[in-house]
């Protein structure tokens, strides 16, 4: 004896199991809104940014004026007057006040150099091309 199913029968519940199982999935899916951004692994952290306050009486202030285009302040703290040897810090475009905070504030010896052109690349570049510029300095 041969069993036979109607093939339009098994394609209509082919569909409604299919209909069945795509709605459903479809409910659970909105029924969880998404986060609204979701968290960051990483900590964040902000540290106070304050203005330097600098008394720059306590060192020597040295200004070259024919090295490069503007002048080059150099700045030696006060405790390294009668030192040997220092470490060298070159700052390019900044304020010579945070430089030279920054030699006194050292726990070695620092002389510390504040190179100011212009603005861009391309002013620091130029100055710099050949090494006379890196000598002279």
């Known amino acids: 004896m041969t069993f036979f199913i109607n093939p339009c029968i098994m394609f209509l519940k082919f569909l409604i199991t299919a209909f069945c199982i795509l709605t459903a999935g479809r409910n659970i899916a909105q029924t969880i809104p998404p986060p609204a951004q979701y968290p960051s692994p990483m900590q964040e952290s ?8 600098f008394d720059n009486r306590q ?8 090295v490069l285009p503007k002048p080059v302040f150099i700045y030696l703290p ?3 007057q009668k030192a040997a040897k220092a470490d060298l810090l070159i700052h390019f475009h900044g ?10 504030k050292y726990r070695k010896n620092l002389v510390a150099v ?3 052109l212009e603005t861009g690349t391309a002013a620091y570049a130029r100055p710099f091309a050949n090494d006379s510029a890196s000598r002279n300095l």
């Open 78 to 80: 006060h405790k390294m």
């Open 95 to 104: 304020t010579d006040v945070v430089v030279a905070d920054a030699a006194e």
């Open 114 to 116: 504040s190179v100011n």
């Open 46 to 53: 902000v540290r106070r940014h304050e203005r330097v306050v």
């Open 59 to 66: 060192g020597t202030i040295i200004k070259l004026n024919q």
